[in-house]
Structure formats: structure tokens, C-alpha cells
DNA sequence: GCAAGCCCAGATAGT
DNA sequence: CTGGGCTTGC
């Protein structure tokens, strides 16, 4: 096997994943084939170095990541393989937690808050403690509490900085953990968190878990922050069998808490620790390597390295400017199109990644004129849907009745005549009697509510109570049809008739589909489970990367992946690096961030690289004048094509679109050009000019006109409204 | 208590 | 332009 290994691993990658005791930093660039290091280092530990798969942990940040990483471990090792533990950060921690929970009086079924149901909960701490939710945002306090516990700060950390802000955010920390304790709720950072508490108070514990997984492999490692850093000094112990892969370049979760000093300071934490630097790429260019490492090379605080490739050949990166944002979907449609007829390549090797969601719509508009099927990653997730979480809400007030925020969504969902009165009302009660919102409802005898109302809400407790009990019983599939039967979810969806209600209930059948499919793939699972599963997984989770379509992400969902073709969205200053007028961070660590989210963008891009830029672009409804992402400046000449707008004003661009906003199912084909080599033709804003060049451009031409002291262009000459002079 | 309608603020990234 | 929060009139 081991001469196996050899052929299969280049050496750097064959001495990382062959090396089997002490703590290991590979510092794995872009597309140097990391995610192979560790799965055949996986493979390595089981069968040479005879190492119990059952003692081996692997940590991605992803489910993605995870997923890919059991495949190819099962490919590896067969049935083995089903003993390694592969998971993700939060995954992991809320396995550890449901199964030790008893140790920290933490009922086994707790909830999962979201980032929305923690809104909802600083909303009414607010509310308790009159902070007004116009004068502070209570965003502002969810990203302090976030960055907080991350950095695994509580409320009196907070309360000892400077200033009344803190003083407010530190009341309102200590407040939101008070209702989510209440609650049995565990946030995100809890599920993090949770874990050290449990290992810290008890040890006995914490041996069980560090002798299972005495050997762990971390995944994206510059992304970890202080909590899942102090998560795997519990479990790596004296022994430090520790292997982190990570690539300093890549940190783009320093918003989330991640410490990109765990990486860079690793060697110097674990001592004798053997570091490994994969530089070779398999995946880019020569030309894309070399203008993503002169961007990323501006970077003060970052490992010295470059990747090189043994790939020869490949084109220049493309910049495309554009007067406005459509035209920069304009040209990304335009080159989709040349190259699915010049390359012969298929939707599905086409990537579209922007800075923001927001950036989606505009393009996503051009691709459906166009009729290009796309899937788009991320932006309003499907658990997040409304009538979605309304359910959702039902399933875990069943299965948590300490669950206030829960509780609080359904009392009145479907309307039962329950309003904030009635509500306001039973949380004073239950205040002054130390009771649980759920318990109080017992009480309606006690507590100053009309006849109708007390009726109501008896009926609604004993409907929750009936299913407790029905969720012994039945099966999950069974009952979340029962329960939508009983409450009538689609049945009045379906009577209000609109598009947008018929959506939802397809969004709620939808819901019974993933329930079916969990059910299939996870026998046994229960309630709890599969609540977990629901909060844990995202859209990219679901991603199918084999369904023919263009895919439409963030630059932050892109990591990790791979495209033929990559077009990087608004590459402008602003957006690249992103500016909001009330930063508080525009300190130069934020911008390096922003520099290297700009890189793992680039470095997404195995054969071509499109970059777009615009002077203009729509904000909420007004025009903003754009200048050029800096970070294109620092890609230099050599390596980097650019090719001018088109066409020059919002007046032509409009009288254009006029004509033809219809569907154009058929493109212009075998047209011949009115521009012929040295004729001589007159732009709007280059003037007069002759052309050099005529190249067919899938139903369309670029031509490449000299106009003298204005420089040489490359235009489309189906926007480019030229005017032919001879 | 509730639905309709108005007003205003607002959006970084995601487990 | 959208969506949450608040007022208003039933």
C-alpha cells in the first residue's frame, strides 16, 4: 500500500499523510489536493499503522465537507470506514452534548436557536429592560454576544469595557442567556461552547472522549476560533495527535470569531510540531495561479508561499467593465454564451460568485430571460421560510415545551384569537409565579383573560400534549402529516388560493419530502435528530453539483470548490473590499480579509477566469458612481485581458433592453459583420478609430479597434454601437 | 383581537 | 424595492 500511496501522492502530500504521531500543520494552498491528504492519511492510520478507525476523528467546517470526506473514506476503507467519526465542528459538539448533557442539567432535548429566533430573544430583553430597539439595533448586540461567546467571553467580560454601549450589551447578554437557559435553547455559539464546560467540570468525561479520538485531523483549520481551538486541546491531550490542514491565505471567518493566530502560531503552541507546505496546484492555470498570488501576495500578515503548476497552457484572466451592474450580467451572458459554443461547455461548469446575496438578483433576472437553468447557494434558506419555521416551530414546542420563543410563534399560528394582550398577560403571570410560559397555561383559571380565550388555550395545550404522545408512537412521518391534517396548515393555504400561498404549500411538501428522506437514509432517527439535522445544514449542503446548471454563490459559500469557469461579480471598490459607512472594523486585518476572499474567488477557477467590473450600480434605488477594486490594479498587465464596455450610457443600454425585453429564443445566427479588418468606425466615447480585428463571437463579433491616442479595445460589436465611417 | 395599510429603515459573509 | 413594526378602523 505504501508504494500504492506513492504513485498516487506527490511526496510533500505522501510525507503529511504518512506521518502518524505528534502534533502536524499542513499548510495546504488552494487546489493542492488537501482533501486527498486526508483521506488517504485516514486510510494510512487504519490499515499500516493499525490504528482503530474508532479512534479517529476528522473536523470540517462544512456538512459539504464532511459528506465528501465520508465518501471518499468509505471508497478507502469500505465498511471500516463507518467507524470513523467525520463530522463538522457543530455536529460533533451537539453529538458530545446530547450525549452528556445530564452533566450540566441540560435536558437531552434541547433547541437549536437561529440566528432569527436570537433576534427575537434580544428583541424582548430589550423590551424588559426599556432599551428602545430604534436607538440600539438589536443586530448590534447579536453580533457582540456572537463574537463574545466565540472568543468564550460572558456578560461580565463585556460589562468591564469601556462605555455605555457595553454597559447595555453586557445587561442584554446576561438576559438573552437567562431566556435561552429558560428555554433549554442552545444558539450556535452555545453548541460550540457547551462542550469545553462539560470537559472542564468534568474530567472523567473529558478522558472518555480524549481516549476515543486520540488521533484527529482538522480540516480549513485557519477558520477555527478560539472555542473549537480550546475544543481540540481537550481531545488531542499529551499526546498531540493533532493534524490541522489549513492555508493562512483562505481565512475569511475572522467576522465569526475565527483566529487566524491559531494557524499561524500553531508551530510555535505545539512544539516539535512538522509542518508541510503543498504548493503544488492541480486544479488552475499558470495565468490564473499567477494574478491570484499577486493579489494575495499584498498581504502583510500571511506564510510565505506560491503555488505552482505543472499545467502549461490557459488564457488570461478577462476583466469586463460595464457602464452598469446589468451590463455586467450583460457580459456574463454573453460569455457563457461563447464559451458553451467555443469550448462546448455545459451549464454546469459555470460559476457566478458576488461579496453579497444581494448582488444575485439583477443577474439572476438575465439568466432566466435567457432560460439558463441555475441553482443559487445561500440568501433566504429553506428552514427559514416562514411557513416553514411555523411548522418547524410546532415540531420542537412537541419535543421541548421550555421552548418559549417556540411556543410564542404557534400560540396564535393558525389565528386562535390569542393576541398580545393575552400573551403579555400570561408572561406577567408566570413572572410573579416563577412558572414556565407552558406551565402558566395551566393556570388560565388564575389569570385575567376573557372566557374565549381560557377556552382556546386549554385546547391548545391539550393538542401539544396529545402529541407528545402521538410522538412516541408514530412514526415522524406520520406525524407531521397528522399534525398538519389536525391544524389545517395546507388546507388554508390552499383555500387563499394565491400564487404566493400555493408556493408555500409546496414549500410545506417540500418539508415532508426532506422529513422522508431523513427518515430513509437515518432509521431510527428520532424527533430530536432530525430537528438537529435541520438546524445544522445549509443550502450547500443540498447542493447537487451534477444537476446541469450554472450555480450562483457568495465568495464565502465558494470555498472549497471548483468550476471550469468562474465570473467574479462586481469587482468594485465598495463591494471588493466591501465598505458599509458605519464599519467599525476598517482596520487593515478586515482588508486582508477582504483581499483574501478576493483570492479564494480566483483561486475557485481551473480554466478561465472572468472578472466584472462597472462604474455604476443600483443601490436601493439610487445610482452610485463605483471605481475599480483596487485589487484588480495589483494583477498587473501581464496576466490580465481587458476588454472596455460596449456600449457607454444608461440611455442606450435602456433603448436596447426596450427592444428587447421578450424572451429571445432565437439568437442571431451567422450574421456577418458590418466591421470588416481596417475599416474605420466612431464610438461615443473613444471616438474614431480603425478596426484591427474580427473575431466571431457566438452570434455576435468581437472586434479589437485601434483608437489612436485612446488605446487599443476590445468591443462586442453587437452592444458596442459602433458606427461604420468607410 | 385582527387585517389592512402606511411608514420607514435597511443589507456582509453563515455554522 | 422589501419587509418589519406600528397605527387605524372594524
Redesign the pocket.
Known amino acids: 500500500m505504501t508504494q500504492d500511496l506513492k504513485n498516487i501522492l506527490n511526496p510533500e502530500q505522501f510525507a503529511a499523510a504518512t506521518t502518524v504521531e505528534g502534533p502536524i500543520l499542513i499548510l495546504a494552498g488552494a487546489g493542492s489536493g488537501k482533501t486527498r491528504v486526508l483521506t488517504h492519511r485516514i486510510e494510512y492510520l487504519v490499515n499500516e499503522a493499525g490504528i482503530d478507525p474508532g479512534n479517529i476523528l476528522a473536523v470540517t467546517?462544512?456538512?459539504?465537507a464532511a459528506g465528501e470526506m465520508r465518501e471518499r473514506t468509505v471508497q478507502l476503507l469500505g465498511s471500516k470506514a463507518g467507524k470513523v467519526q467525520i463530522g463538522?465542528?457543530?455536529?460533533t459538539c451537539a453529538m458530545v452534548i446530547r450525549q452528556e448533557s445530564d452533566s450540566i442539567g441540560l435536558p437531552r432535548n434541547f433547541s437549536i436557536y437561529?440566528?432569527a429566533d436570537?433576534?427575537?430573544v434580544i428583541?424582548e430583553v430589550m423590551n424588559d429592560l426599556r432599551i428602545d430597539?430604534?436607538k440600539f439595533?438589536?443586530?448590534l448586540f447579536?453580533?457582540l454576544i456572537?463574537r463574545s461567546k466565540?472568543s468564550m467571553l460572558g456578560p461580565q467580560d463585556v460589562a468591564k469595557q469601556e462605555g455605555y454601549f457595553n454597559e447595555l450589551a453586557a445587561e442584554v447578554f446576561s438576559g438573552y442567556n437567562a431566556i435561552l437557559n429558560q428555554a433549554s435553547a442552545l444558539?450556535?455559539?452555545d453548541?460550540?461552547l457547551k462542550p469545553l464546560e462539560i470537559f472542564a467540570n468534568h474530567s472523567d468525561i473529558r478522558d472518555k472522549y480524549k481516549n476515543k479520538y486520540k488521533y484527529i485531523l482538522v480540516d480549513e483549520f485557519q477558520d477555527t476560533n478560539k472555542a473549537q481551538f480550546e475544543f481540540l486541546l481537550h481531545l488531542s491531550g499529551e499526546s498531540k495527535n493533532l493534524c490541522v490542514v489549513g492555508d493562512d491565505d483562505q481565512s475569511?471567518?475572522?467576522?465569526?470569531?475565527a483566529d487566524i493566530s491559531n494557524i499561524l502560531g500553531f508551530e510555535k503552541y505545539f512544539s516539535g510540531t512538522k509542518v508541510y507546505k503543498l504548493e503544488q496546484n492541480y486544479r488552475s492555470t499558470p495565468q490564473i495561479l499567477d494574478a491570484a498570488y499577486r493579489v494575495v501576495k499584498n498581504n502583510k500578515k500571511r506564510k510565505s508561499k506560491r503555488l505552482w503548476t505543472e499545467i502549461k497552457q490557459g488564457n488570461k484572466v478577462t476583466l469586463l467593465r460595464s457602464p452598469d451592474d446589468r451590463g455586467e450580467a450583460e457580459n456574463i451572458l454573453a460569455y457563457m454564451q461563447k464559451e458553451i459554443f467555443e469550448e462546448k461547455r455545459a451549464f454546469k461548469d459555470f460559476a457566478i460568485l458576488y461579496?453579497?446575496?444581494?448582488?444575485s438578483?439583477i443577474i439572476e433576472d438575465s439568466l432566466r430571460r435567457e432560460g439558463i437553468a441555475y441553482v443559487i447557494?445561500?440568501?433566504?434558506?429553506f428552514y427559514d421560510r416562514?411557513e416553514v419555521k411555523d411548522f418547524l416551530s410546532y415540531l420542537r414546542l412537541i419535543l421541548n415545551q421550555n421552548d418559549s420563543i417556540s411556543l410564542r410563534r404557534v400560540i396564535?399560528y393558525p389565528?386562535?384569537?390569542?393576541?398580545?394582550?393575552?400573551?403579555?398577560?400570561i408572561k406577567e403571570f408566570a413572572l410573579e409565579n416563577k412558572l414556565l410560559f407552558w406551565e402558566a397555561l395551566d393556570r388560565t383559571e388564575d389569570i385575567a383573560?376573557?372566557a374565549?380565550?381560557k377556552k382556546v388555550l386549554t385546547d391548545f395545550k391539550k393538542l401539544i400534549n396529545k402529541y407528545i404522545e402521538l410522538q412516541k408512537e408514530l412514526p415522524l412521518e406520520e406525524l407531521i402529516r397528522v399534525l398538519d391534517d389536525e391544524l389545517g396548515f395546507r388546507k388554508l393555504m390552499k383555500e387563499e388560493g394565491t400564487e404566493e400561498s400555493l408556493q408555500r404549500v409546496k414549500n410545506i411538501e417540500e418539508l415532508f419530502n426532506s422529513v422522508s428522506e431523513y427518515c430513509e437514509v437515518n432509521p431510527g432517527a428520532g424527533l430530536q435528530e432530525f430537528m438537529e439535522n435541520v438546524?445544522?445544514?445549509?443550502?450547500?449542503?443540498n447542493w447537487d453539483n451534477k444537476a446541469n446548471a450554472v450555480t450562483l454563490?457568495?465568495?464565502?459559500?465558494a470555498k472549497g470548490l471548483e468550476f471550469p469557469v468562474v465570473f467574479i461579480s462586481g469587482c468594485v471598490d465598495g463591494l471588493l473590499p466591501?465598505i458599509?459607512d458605519?464599519?467599525?472594523?476598517k482596520d487593515s486585518d478586515?482588508s486582508e480579509?477582504?483581499r483574501r476572499?478576493f483570492y479564494v474567488g480566483m483561486t475557485r477557477a481551473e480554466q478561465r477566469l472572468y472578472l466584472l467590473s462597472s462604474s455604476t450600480r443600483r443601490?436601493?434605488?439610487e445610482f452610485i458612481i463605483c471605481r475599480e477594486s483596487p485589487f484588480l490594479s495589483e494583477i498587473g498587465e501581464e496576466n490580465l485581458e481587458i476588454i472596455e464596455p460596449s456600449y457607454t450610457t444608461f440611455g442606450e443600454l435602456r433603448t436596447q433592453k426596450a427592444g428587447t425585453s421578450k424572451p429571445r429564443k432565437s439568437r442571431k445566427k451567422n450574421v456577418k459583420s458590418p466591421f470588416l479588418e481596417g475599416s474605420f468606425v466612431s464610438h461615443k466615447l473613444f471616438g474614431k478609430g480603425r478596426v484591427l480585428e474580427v473575431t466571431p463571437n457566438h452570434g455576435d463579433f468581437k472586434i479589437v479597434v485601434d483608437f489612436g491616442e485612446k488605446g487599443i479595445k476590445k468591443l462586442l460589436a453587437g452592444y458596442a454601437n459602433l458606427e461604420l465611417l468607410s
Do not use: C
Not at 355 to 359: E, F, L, S
Not at 377 to 381: A, C, F, L
Not at 415 to 425: A, M
Not at 582 to 585: E, G, K, S
Open positions: 467546517f462544512t456538512n459539504k463538522t465542528f457543530h455536529s437561529d440566528s436570537q433576534l427575537t428583541k430597539t430604534k439595533n438589536p443586530r447579536r453580533s456572537s466565540n444558539d450556535f455559539d453548541l460550540l475569511i471567518y475572522g467576522w465569526r470569531g461579496r453579497t446575496n444581494a448582488q438578483r447557494i445561500g440568501g433566504v434558506k416562514k396564535n389565528p386562535r384569537g390569542i393576541g398580545n394582550v393575552t400573551i403579555s398577560k383573560v376573557g374565549k380565550q438546524s445544522l445544514v445549509s443550502d450547500i449542503d454563490m457568495t465568495l464565502h459559500s466591501l458599509r458605519d464599519d467599525v472594523n478586515s480579509e477582504e476572499l443601490l436601493y434605488k
